[in-house]
Protein backbone atom coordinates (compact mmCIF):
# COMPACT_ATOMS: atom_id res chain seq x y z
CA UNK A 1 0.00 0.00 0.00
CA UNK A 2 2.95 2.34 0.61
CA UNK A 3 4.35 1.95 -2.79
CA UNK A 4 0.94 2.64 -4.23
CA UNK A 5 -0.14 5.46 -2.15
CA UNK A 6 3.93 6.99 -3.19
CA UNK A 7 2.62 6.06 -7.31
CA UNK A 8 -0.86 8.18 -6.75
CA UNK A 9 0.48 10.76 -4.38
CA UNK A 10 3.53 11.30 -7.29
CA UNK A 11 0.99 10.95 -10.46
CA UNK A 12 3.51 8.06 -11.70
CA UNK A 13 1.80 6.30 -15.05
CA UNK A 14 0.50 2.48 -13.40
CA UNK A 15 2.35 1.09 -16.47
CA UNK A 16 5.35 2.46 -14.95
CA UNK A 17 5.02 -0.85 -12.79
CA UNK A 18 5.97 -2.54 -16.23
CA UNK A 19 9.24 -1.69 -16.71
CA UNK A 20 11.82 -3.93 -16.04
CA UNK A 21 13.86 -2.20 -13.59
CA UNK A 22 11.03 -1.69 -11.22
CA UNK A 23 11.35 -5.35 -9.66
CA UNK A 24 14.94 -4.74 -9.75
CA UNK A 25 14.93 -1.60 -7.62
CA UNK A 26 12.30 -3.31 -5.16
CA UNK A 27 14.70 -6.18 -4.94
CA UNK A 28 17.75 -4.40 -3.96
CA UNK A 29 15.86 -2.08 -1.54
CA UNK A 30 15.26 -4.93 0.30
CA UNK A 31 18.27 -6.25 0.23
CA UNK A 32 19.25 -3.01 2.09
CA UNK A 33 18.05 -3.93 4.89
CA UNK A 34 15.89 -1.86 7.43
CA UNK A 35 16.29 1.76 7.48
CA UNK A 36 17.83 2.54 4.39
CA UNK A 37 17.04 5.75 2.68
CA UNK A 38 16.53 6.43 -0.54
CA UNK A 39 18.44 9.07 -3.11
CA UNK A 40 18.00 12.92 -2.09
CA UNK A 41 16.52 15.29 -5.19
CA UNK A 42 19.86 16.28 -5.67
CA UNK A 43 21.52 12.96 -6.01
CA UNK A 44 18.54 11.85 -8.42
CA UNK A 45 19.14 15.29 -10.97
CA UNK A 46 23.16 15.69 -10.63
CA UNK A 47 25.28 12.88 -9.57
CA UNK A 48 22.82 9.78 -10.17
CA UNK A 49 22.03 11.09 -13.06
CA UNK A 50 25.92 11.71 -14.38
CA UNK A 51 26.22 8.01 -13.58
CA UNK A 52 23.47 6.57 -15.31
CA UNK A 53 24.33 8.90 -18.42
CA UNK A 54 28.18 6.88 -18.30
CA UNK A 55 26.44 3.69 -17.77
CA UNK A 56 24.17 3.81 -20.94
CA UNK A 57 27.19 5.34 -22.95
CA UNK A 58 28.89 1.97 -21.91
CA UNK A 59 26.41 -0.18 -22.97
CA UNK A 60 26.29 1.95 -26.66
CA UNK A 61 30.20 1.80 -26.74
CA UNK A 62 29.43 -2.40 -26.60
CA UNK A 63 27.13 -1.81 -29.30
CA UNK A 64 30.30 -0.30 -31.50
CA UNK A 65 31.92 -3.36 -30.91
CA UNK A 66 28.75 -5.50 -32.97
CA UNK A 67 28.92 -3.01 -35.68
CA UNK A 68 33.17 -3.43 -36.45
CA UNK A 69 32.66 -7.06 -35.88
CA UNK A 70 29.26 -7.68 -38.13
CA UNK A 71 27.75 -4.32 -39.60
CA UNK A 72 24.86 -2.47 -39.07
CA UNK A 73 21.78 -0.85 -39.98
CA UNK A 74 21.42 3.12 -39.53
CA UNK A 75 17.44 3.64 -39.46
CA UNK A 76 16.08 7.28 -39.97
CA UNK A 77 12.79 8.07 -38.58
CA UNK A 78 11.12 11.06 -39.51
CA UNK A 79 8.33 12.95 -37.57
CA UNK A 80 6.77 16.64 -36.86
CA UNK A 81 7.00 17.92 -33.54
CA UNK A 82 4.31 20.22 -31.96
CA UNK A 83 5.91 23.29 -34.16
CA UNK A 84 5.35 21.18 -37.10
CA UNK A 85 9.11 20.87 -37.53
CA UNK A 86 10.36 17.83 -39.67
CA UNK A 87 12.78 16.02 -37.33
CA UNK A 88 14.85 13.07 -38.09
CA UNK A 89 15.85 10.91 -35.28
CA UNK A 90 18.78 8.58 -36.48
CA UNK A 91 18.73 5.09 -34.71
CA UNK A 92 21.26 2.11 -35.31
CA UNK A 93 20.66 -1.47 -35.38
CA UNK A 94 22.59 -4.49 -34.37
CA UNK A 95 21.80 -8.33 -33.59
CA UNK A 96 23.10 -6.75 -29.87
CA UNK A 97 20.35 -4.12 -29.69
CA UNK A 98 18.62 -0.89 -30.99
CA UNK A 99 20.71 2.64 -29.78
CA UNK A 100 19.35 6.25 -30.45
CA UNK A 101 22.38 8.19 -31.89
CA UNK A 102 21.15 11.86 -32.82
CA UNK A 103 17.46 13.81 -33.97
CA UNK A 104 17.87 16.04 -36.80
CA UNK A 105 15.68 19.85 -37.51
CA UNK A 106 15.60 18.70 -40.92
CA UNK A 107 13.56 22.22 -41.77
CA UNK A 108 16.48 23.33 -44.45
CA UNK A 109 17.40 19.67 -46.10
CA UNK A 110 14.52 17.75 -46.80
CA UNK A 111 13.72 19.37 -50.36
CA UNK A 112 17.15 18.37 -51.26
CA UNK A 113 18.27 15.01 -52.36
CA UNK A 114 21.79 15.95 -52.12
CA UNK A 115 21.71 18.03 -48.70
CA UNK A 116 19.72 14.77 -47.48
CA UNK A 117 22.19 12.68 -48.45
CA UNK A 118 25.17 15.27 -46.91
CA UNK A 119 23.08 14.60 -43.98
CA UNK A 120 23.22 10.74 -43.88
CA UNK A 121 26.67 10.81 -44.77
CA UNK A 122 27.41 12.62 -41.70
CA UNK A 123 25.79 9.88 -39.72
CA UNK A 124 27.60 7.55 -41.69
CA UNK A 125 31.04 8.88 -40.42
CA UNK A 126 29.57 9.10 -37.11
CA UNK A 127 29.22 5.58 -36.76
CA UNK A 128 32.05 4.79 -39.07
CA UNK A 129 31.84 4.02 -43.38
CA UNK A 130 33.24 0.50 -42.83
CA UNK A 131 30.87 -0.47 -40.05
CA UNK A 132 27.36 0.50 -41.97
CA UNK A 133 25.91 -2.00 -43.77
CA UNK A 134 22.55 -0.85 -44.62
CA UNK A 135 20.06 2.19 -44.56
CA UNK A 136 16.46 2.71 -44.00
CA UNK A 137 14.53 6.23 -44.36
CA UNK A 138 10.56 6.40 -44.57
CA UNK A 139 11.29 7.53 -48.36
CA UNK A 140 14.39 9.75 -49.59
CA UNK A 141 14.90 7.13 -52.20
CA UNK A 142 16.77 10.27 -54.23
CA UNK A 143 18.89 10.03 -51.49
CA UNK A 144 19.60 6.52 -50.45
CA UNK A 145 20.89 6.23 -54.12
CA UNK A 146 23.13 9.48 -54.01
CA UNK A 147 24.51 7.68 -50.24
CA UNK A 148 24.71 4.21 -51.95
CA UNK A 149 27.02 5.94 -55.18
CA UNK A 150 29.48 7.64 -52.17
CA UNK A 151 29.72 4.57 -50.06
CA UNK A 152 29.67 1.24 -52.04
CA UNK A 153 29.24 -0.85 -49.06
CA UNK A 154 25.89 0.41 -48.24
CA UNK A 155 22.14 -0.44 -49.56
CA UNK A 156 19.25 1.71 -49.16
CA UNK A 157 15.87 0.49 -48.57
CA UNK A 158 12.58 2.23 -47.23
CA UNK A 159 10.98 1.47 -44.51
CA UNK A 160 8.25 -1.09 -44.87
CA UNK A 161 6.26 0.01 -42.78
CA UNK A 162 5.92 3.62 -44.24
CA UNK A 163 5.52 1.90 -47.23
CA UNK A 164 2.68 0.16 -46.08
CA UNK A 165 0.75 3.17 -44.72
CA UNK A 166 0.96 4.72 -47.74
CA UNK A 167 -0.63 2.19 -49.39
CA UNK A 168 -3.41 2.06 -47.01
CA UNK A 169 -3.70 5.81 -47.77
CA UNK A 170 -4.46 5.21 -51.14
CA UNK A 171 -6.93 2.45 -50.36
CA UNK A 172 -8.29 5.11 -48.38
CA UNK A 173 -9.02 7.39 -51.25
CA UNK A 174 -10.79 5.42 -53.45
CA UNK A 175 -14.29 6.48 -53.69
CA UNK A 176 -16.02 2.75 -52.38
CA UNK A 177 -13.71 2.67 -49.33
CA UNK A 178 -14.53 6.75 -48.66
CA UNK A 179 -17.87 5.66 -48.60
CA UNK A 180 -17.87 3.07 -46.01
CA UNK A 181 -15.37 4.92 -43.90
CA UNK A 182 -18.18 7.96 -44.23
CA UNK A 183 -20.75 5.61 -43.25
CA UNK A 184 -18.67 3.87 -40.58
CA UNK A 185 -17.78 7.18 -38.93
CA UNK A 186 -21.77 8.27 -38.65
CA UNK A 187 -22.49 5.29 -36.29
CA UNK A 188 -19.18 5.27 -34.43
CA UNK A 189 -19.58 9.65 -33.82
CA UNK A 190 -23.56 8.70 -33.00
CA UNK A 191 -22.67 6.14 -30.48
CA UNK A 192 -20.29 8.06 -28.93
CA UNK A 193 -22.19 11.80 -28.75
CA UNK A 194 -25.36 9.78 -26.60
CA UNK A 195 -25.18 8.50 -23.23
CA UNK A 196 -27.70 6.49 -23.97
CA UNK A 197 -26.76 4.32 -26.47
CA UNK A 198 -22.98 4.11 -25.42
CA UNK A 199 -24.55 2.95 -21.72
CA UNK A 200 -26.27 0.52 -23.41
CA UNK A 201 -23.83 -1.07 -25.25
CA UNK A 202 -21.34 -0.66 -22.65
CA UNK A 203 -23.54 -3.13 -20.19
CA UNK A 204 -23.44 -5.78 -23.27
CA UNK A 205 -21.23 -8.95 -22.19
CA UNK A 206 -17.62 -8.62 -23.20
CA UNK A 207 -18.11 -5.08 -24.69
CA UNK A 208 -15.22 -3.06 -25.62
CA UNK A 209 -14.71 0.20 -26.88
CA UNK A 210 -15.10 1.38 -30.81
CA UNK A 211 -11.45 2.46 -32.01
CA UNK A 212 -11.94 5.54 -34.09
CA UNK A 213 -9.95 6.76 -36.62
CA UNK A 214 -6.54 8.52 -35.92
CA UNK A 215 -5.41 12.00 -38.20
CA UNK A 216 -1.94 10.62 -38.67
CA UNK A 217 -1.73 6.94 -39.08
CA UNK A 218 -3.74 5.69 -42.01
CA UNK A 219 -4.53 2.01 -40.57
CA UNK A 220 -6.31 3.11 -38.16
CA UNK A 221 -8.83 3.15 -40.90
CA UNK A 222 -9.31 0.01 -41.60
CA UNK A 223 -8.82 -0.64 -37.69
CA UNK A 224 -11.93 0.97 -37.22
CA UNK A 225 -13.53 -0.65 -39.53
CA UNK A 226 -12.96 -4.47 -38.03
CA UNK A 227 -13.79 -2.73 -34.45
CA UNK A 228 -16.96 -2.10 -36.28
CA UNK A 229 -17.56 -5.69 -37.66
CA UNK A 230 -16.86 -7.21 -34.51
CA UNK A 231 -19.59 -5.12 -32.44
CA UNK A 232 -21.72 -6.09 -35.44
CA UNK A 233 -24.12 -8.28 -33.25
CA UNK A 234 -24.24 -6.17 -30.43
CA UNK A 235 -24.99 -2.75 -32.72
CA UNK A 236 -27.89 -4.86 -34.65
CA UNK A 237 -29.27 -5.32 -31.17
CA UNK A 238 -29.24 -2.18 -30.27
CA UNK A 239 -30.81 -0.68 -32.89
CA UNK A 240 -33.45 -3.30 -33.13
CA UNK A 241 -34.16 -2.98 -29.44
CA UNK A 242 -37.16 -1.70 -27.48
CA UNK A 243 -35.18 0.87 -25.67
CA UNK A 244 -34.20 2.05 -29.02
CA UNK A 245 -37.64 2.53 -30.50
CA UNK A 246 -38.26 5.10 -27.36
CA UNK A 247 -35.23 7.14 -28.70
CA UNK A 248 -36.41 7.20 -32.43
CA UNK A 249 -37.14 10.72 -32.38
CA UNK A 250 -34.98 12.16 -34.76
CA UNK A 251 -33.80 11.67 -38.62
CA UNK A 252 -30.43 10.90 -37.24
CA UNK A 253 -31.11 8.29 -34.99
CA UNK A 254 -33.23 6.65 -38.50
CA UNK A 255 -30.17 6.76 -40.40
CA UNK A 256 -27.90 4.93 -37.95
CA UNK A 257 -30.22 2.06 -37.65
CA UNK A 258 -30.28 2.05 -40.99
CA UNK A 259 -26.92 1.87 -41.50
CA UNK A 260 -26.04 -0.76 -39.27
CA UNK A 261 -29.22 -3.18 -40.59
CA UNK A 262 -28.32 -2.55 -44.39
CA UNK A 263 -26.97 -6.07 -45.50
CA UNK A 264 -24.34 -3.86 -47.68
CA UNK A 265 -22.49 -2.15 -45.28
CA UNK A 266 -22.50 -5.17 -42.89
CA UNK A 267 -21.16 -7.23 -45.81
CA UNK A 268 -18.64 -4.15 -46.78
CA UNK A 269 -17.44 -4.02 -43.28
Same mark, same amino acid.
Given at each position: ??????????????????????????????????????????????N /????????? +????????? !????????????????????????????????????????????????? $??? $???????????? $??????V????????? #?????????C?????????? %??? +??????????????L?S??????????????????? &??????????E????? &???? %??? #??????? %??? /???????? +?F???? +???????????????? !??
Amino acid at each position: MTIALWFYDACIPINAINSPFFQKAIDQIASMGHGYKGPSYHSLRVN /LLRNAKRYV +KLVVDSFRN !TWAEIGCTIMGDGWKDTRQRPLINFLIYCPKGISFIKSVDASDIVTSAE $NLC $NLFAKIVEMVGS $NNVVHLVTDNAKAAGS #LLSERYLNICWSPCAAHCIN %LIL +KDIGDMNDVKAIVSLASTVTVFIYNHKFTLNWLRKT &TGWKEIIRPGETRFVT &TFLA %LKS #LHDHKDS %LQS /LVTSDDYK +KFLRIE +KEKDVKQIILDEGFEI !TV
